[in-house]
T-cell receptor, first 115, second 112 residues
């Protein structure tokens, strides 16, 4: 099956620093990638949708200047959490849509802890 | 987006079948029914999806009601590795934005 690699799996940073999370589709071209965040014992919340070569579409309530998304190629999308604060601590998950548009493949997630 | 309703939790014994229900009374004609599951500290994993007919794959079976207002995910023989949160999601086939909106899902516990 298709593989989506997400890196890093875990990151701890100081408040005020920026953190970049990478999401790669390893064996297929992903025209669309999605970014989610998940708080403990809660469901996934869609943050934004990114299409290769165009600006990301953010869900209501998600600050685009805080969560920078870049989808420069068909196999790579990045999420940068700028000036991270403790309330940004969460589990961030990416997903990618490939050849079968009705099926999404998910990365293994990134646990971000901001001190 | 059309919503789904699932029980918060279910319990099963190992090697027994599990039937996970999902209600989606406001489903539209173009909505696919998707199931994903999420193991602890991991990203969701695709399980199965269907439109009108029942579907089978190596992981599970999906039984869809004739009026499509409900569906059931069937794990034929539960194993300990099947313990996860199972999400029933509707995805519209219209347009190019196949985004998934997750509900709370069903936490499945499998007892040895």
């Amino acid at each position: 099956g298709a593989v989506v690699s997400q890196h890093p799996s875990r990151v701890i940073c100081k408040s005020g620093t920026s953190v970049k999370i990478e999401c790669r589709s390893l064996d297929f071209q992903a025209t669309t990638m999605f970014w989610y965040r998940q708080f403990p014992k809660q469901s996934l919340m869609l943050m934004a949708t990114s299409n290769e070569g165009s600006k990301a579409t953010y869900e209501q309530g998600v600050e685009k200047d805080k969560f920078l998304i870049n989808h420069a190629s068909l196999t790579l999308s990045t999420l940068t959490v700028t000036s991270a604060h403790p309330e940004d601590s969460s589990f961030y998950i990416c997903s990618a849509r490939g050849q079968h548009p009705e099926k999404l493949f998910f990365g293994s997630g990134t646990q971000l802890s901001v001190l | 987006d059309a919503k789904t309703t699932q029980p918060n939790s279910m319990e099963s014994n190992e090697e027994e079948p599990v039937h996970l229900p999902c209600n989606h009374s406001t489903i539209s004609g173009t909505d696919y029914i998707h199931w994903y599951r999420q193991l602890p500290s991991q990203g969701p994993e695709y399980v199965i999806h269907g439109l009108t007919s029942n579907v089978n794959n190596r992981m599970a079976s999906l039984a869809i009601a004739e009026d499509r207002k409900s569906s059931t995910l069937i794990l034929h023989r539960a194993t300990l590795r099947d313990a996860a949160v199972y999400y029933c999601i509707l995805m519209s086939s219209g347009g190019s934005n196949y985004k998934l909106t997750f509900g709370k899902g069903t936490l499945l516990t499998v007892n040895p």
